[in-house]
């Protein structure tokens, strides 16, 4: 079966780190009887290419030198440079329903797979409407969050889009809620995951001093500046460190924060470390933390899948009891829930999977099964694969 995904961007060589969890389900598509190619954006005049062995088809919507809504960073995040920015989603759409008309016109398709419907579910509905072709659209939250808090004209189109699909997938519960407290259709839940090899470490020794690991971009919604706060909320006993990895725009200002509390020793900021470098950060974590909030433009964490990393490495997870992370952690199981924007709550967490080794050692084992169970790339494409059968017998 022969699936269509449109995207908003997609790696524009071996090197480029855009989706990289959807290129790992995709690599597991032939095992499954299934095959994929893309239809995205340009970027700066890039045309038809193969990446990570697949075919992408890519579209253009403007003068080369312009041509950059996509991929350096967020769609939402580009439109707020200039009033250029603002006005090329337009041109986007433009480009994209002619880029899209060529295609199918061109080749065959069992499928078409939308991911972030706002503006691809649009393409969608061309592949349906002209070409027969059926739709199965996937809401990862961000587009549900930025439209109820900056453009409430456009919750009309997202239900739309969610009742011109034949299947409706979110990538958590969460998500899952509001995309039915916008429109009352039928919500399956597939998570995405990483790749996740065999550990067979299980026991992990305390280190000394206790390795406190978080690994985001750093930005506002990943909560980082709370975490730095809570050191000061930690036993004088305990001896530890916090290692932050990652880059972003909230960098500086977390650096500013643990210099101004005197904690610049017991922080490090490394920024974003070869994968040797963060296998042996995990292995040496005595926890990990995401504590991830609601940020001042209403956004949140999806799922988390950092989290899922760090199960796999058997640390001990602590999470904010929001968003998708509660698909994946569940309080007194699989980690510790603290709440958002709360210190010391997580100075308490932090705390008790330092001193408590019967809990630390019920939340890994119990985490690590749940990994596996629900979270396994087998699991998640036979999910998929019901998914597309299901299309297949509505229209055949």
Not at 46 to 70: C, K, M, S
Not at 188 to 206: C, H, R, W
Not at 287 to 293: D, E, G, N, R, Y
Not at 300 to 329: C, R
Request: glycine fraction near 6%.
């Amino acid at each position: 079966m022969k699936i269509l995904h449109i995207v908003t961007a997609f790696p524009r060589d071996e090197k480029d780190i855009i989706t990289p969890w959807l290129i790992e389900m995709l690599r597991h598509y032939p095992a499954h009887g299934l095959e994929a190619e893309i239809f995205t954006s340009s970027y700066q005049g890039l045309g038809d290419q193969i990446v990570h062995g697949l075919p992408v088809h890519r579209f253009r919507y403007f003068f080369q030198r312009w041509e950059n809504l996509t991929h350096e960073e967020t769609t939402p995040d580009r439109m707020k440079r200039s009033l250029l920015y603002k006005i090329m989603p337009a041109f986007y759409i433009i480009g994209g329903i002619i880029g899209i008309i060529k295609l199918l016109r061109k080749n065959q398709y069992d499928a078409v797979h939308v991911h972030w419907p706002l503006p691809h579910a649009v393409f969608g509905w061309i592949a349906k409407a002209f070409f027969g072709l059926p739709v199965v659209t996937t809401f990862y939250g961000v587009e549900l969050r930025w439209v109820k808090r900056s453009l409430p004209f456009l919750k009309g189109f997202l239900s739309w889009s969610a009742r011109m699909s034949q299947r409706v997938v979110a990538i958590s519960n969460y998500t899952a809620n509001e995309v039915r407290e916008l429109v009352d259709v039928p919500v399956e839940v597939i998570p995405y995951t990483i790749s996740l090899p065999e550990n067979k470490e299980f026991s992990k020794p305390q280190a000394n001093p206790c390795i406190i690991l978080s690994v985001s971009r750093l930005v506002e919604r990943k909560g980082i500046i709370y975490l730095i706060d809570a050191l000061k909320y930690l036993p004088q006993e305990l001896d530890v460190h916090l290692a932050i990895i990652g880059d972003g725009p909230e960098r500086e200002r977390l650096k500013e924060r643990a210099l101004s509390q005197n904690l610049g020793r017991k922080i490090s900021l490394p920024g974003w470390v070869s994968e040797a470098e963060l296998e042996s950060a995990y292995r040496n974590a005595s926890v990990f933390v995401l504590p991830a909030i609601i940020d001042s433009k209403g956004d949140t964490e999806g799922l988390g899948v950092v989290i899922l990393e760090a199960m796999n490495y058997k640390v001990p997870v602590i999470g904010s009891e929001l968003g998708g992370i509660t698909d994946i952690i569940i309080d007194e199981e699989t980690g510790l829930l603290a709440s958002e924007k709360d210190p010391q709550a997580l100075a308490r967490a932090i705390t008790r999977i330092l001193t408590d080794e019967a809990l630390r050692e019920k939340i890994t084992a119990g985490a690590y099964q749940h990994l596996k169970r629900n979270f396994s790339w087998e699991n998640i494409l036979e999910k998929w694969v019901e998914v597309y059968k299901n299309l297949r017998k509505d229209v055949y």
